[in-house]
């Protein structure tokens, strides 16, 4: 089932990020770092900040009362100048975080999240969907390729202390609503 997260679902959404943010982090990124990001952008408290602002939406994936995957999608004007550079004069939703635990890998679990998540962004009247992703997580490109996504630039992103190097990547929505 997916569903709009709530309130209620702060800690578990912080539990599955603890397990699936390491997943998309290059090879070489150090545990210090990663800890860090878990702190500062994926904790219980961050995400029922992330729940109680209207300019965002997360959506989870929910099977026999555990959470299995999330997207966090966030319908506001992007202020990184590459991603602006990017996506020029169109209104576009971000697509800011998109994770499947590693149990539902290839099951179409994570196909069935975009397919909700684009449904979303279509229906506030969305130009597209963007989002950046580490140019070294090659599994991660191949599944947005696959679900309709070009390359469209790239920008950096903070790991922890260290600085890392994105894809942005664009899908346009046709059908509004
Ligand atoms: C990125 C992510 C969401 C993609 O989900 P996924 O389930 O691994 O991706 P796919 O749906 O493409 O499935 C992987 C494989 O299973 C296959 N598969 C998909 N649905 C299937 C189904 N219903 N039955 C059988 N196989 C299936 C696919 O064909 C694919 O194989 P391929 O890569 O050879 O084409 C997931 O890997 C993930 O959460 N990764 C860790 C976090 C991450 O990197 N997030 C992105 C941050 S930007």
Request: charged content about 25%.
């Amino acid at each position: 089932m997916i569903r709009k997260a709530d309130a209620g679902d702060a800690a578990a959404l912080a539990e599955l990020a603890a397990v699936t943010f390491p997943l998309a982090c290059p090879p070489g990124s150090s545990p210090e770092d990663i800890a860090l990001h878990l702190q500062r952008t994926l904790s219980q408290e961050k995400f029922s900040e992330y729940l109680a602002d209207s300019g965002i939406v997360i959506l989870v994936l929910e099977e026999g009362g555990r959470l299995d995957g999330y997207t966090l999608l966030v319908d506001r004007q992007p202020t990184d100048p590459d991603v602006l550079r990017a996506l020029g004069t169109r209104r576009s939703v971000e697509l800011s975080k998109c994770y499947v635990h590693p149990d539902h890998h290839g099951r179409g679990a994570a196909s069935s999240l975009m397919r909700a998540s684009l449904d979303w962004a279509a229906e506030q009247g969305s130009d597209s969907v963007w989002l950046g992703v580490n140019s070294q997580n090659a599994k991660a490109i191949r599944f947005y390729e696959k679900s309709g996504f070009t390359r469209v630039g790239t920008k950096s992103f903070t790991l922890g202390d260290s600085v890392e190097s994105d894809f942005i990547l664009e899908q346009a929505l046709t059908a509004k609503g």
